[in-house]
């Protein structure tokens, strides 16, 4: 299996730019999550999907960012636009089902840097 | 809503000398813990959890993790360090009403030869 996929693994772009982040979880599994991670505020939940329907978005910081899974197969994040603040490693995990007791398996990460 | 905290921000130990990185929890409910691992410009792996049973939970790499219902506390211990184990750990706690899952800031091991 090879795990949670993540692309790009590393982003640079200009403030103001259009920023989109892609992830493809691991086949069978039901529910996707995305977490940004910074050294000031650590690894926040961002937005999780359950089959494919976004589930909870609350931790979406605002109206900048907004996040999409149009398959069982197929994520993106997207910001637009980008703020130098937005600077942080996204990760997103994907998990067999949606209940609480289920594992959450991790991608590698995105490093975004917005100058 | 559920929280966790990791009192330690950074562990060290010598090589071969037993490892404790520290958790306690909040929850309203009954907790569902997790222990994940992250190495360098990786993502968070994970260790081993605590859902029901046995308090002694073992997990990966020789890991396990005590759960404590009166201290709140989930302490991952390894009998043994090693150089590899050195990385940066995250507790995290799940309430079993919500899928909202939350991690604590993080301890980091360093295992010195």
């Known amino acids: 299996d090879a795990g949670v996929i993540q692309s790009p693994r590393h982003e640079v772009t200009e403030m103001g730019q259009e920023v989109t982040l892609r992830c493809k979880p691991i086949s069978g599994h039901n529910s996707l999550f995305w977490y940004r991670q910074t050294m000031m505020r650590g690894l926040e939940l961002l937005i999780y999907?359950?089959?494919?329907?976004?589930?909870?978005d609350s931790g979406m910081p605002e109206d900048r960012f907004s996040a999409k899974m149009p398959n069982a197969s197929f994520s993106t994040l997207k910001i637009q636009p980008s703020e130098p603040r937005d600077s942080a490693v996204y990760f997103c995990?994907?998990?067999?089902?949606?209940?609480?007791?289920?594992?959450?398996?991790f991608g590698p990460g995105t490093r975004l840097t917005v100058l | 809503a559920q929280s966790v905290a990791q009192p330690e921000d950074q562990v060290n130990v010598a090589e071969g000398n037993p490892l404790t990185v520290k958790c306690t929890y909040s929850?309203?409910?009954?907790?569902?813990l997790f222990w994940y691992v992250q190495y360098p410009n990786r993502g968070l792996q994970f260790l081993l959890k605590y859902i029901t049973g046995d308090n002694l939970v073992k997990g990966s790499y020789g890991f396990e993790a005590e759960f404590n219902k009166s201290q709140t506390s989930f302490h991952l211990k390894k009998p043994s360090a090693l150089v590899s184990d050195s990385a940066l750990y995250f507790c995290a706690v799940r309430d079993k009403r919500n899928n909202d899952m939350r991690f604590g800031a993080g301890t980091r091991l360093t295992v010195k030869p």
């Open positions: 999907f359950n089959n494919n329907v976004p589930i909870d």
């Open positions: 929850v309203s409910g009954n907790p569902y």
């Open positions: 995990a994907s998990s067999p089902g949606s209940g609480s007791t289920d594992t959450q398996y």
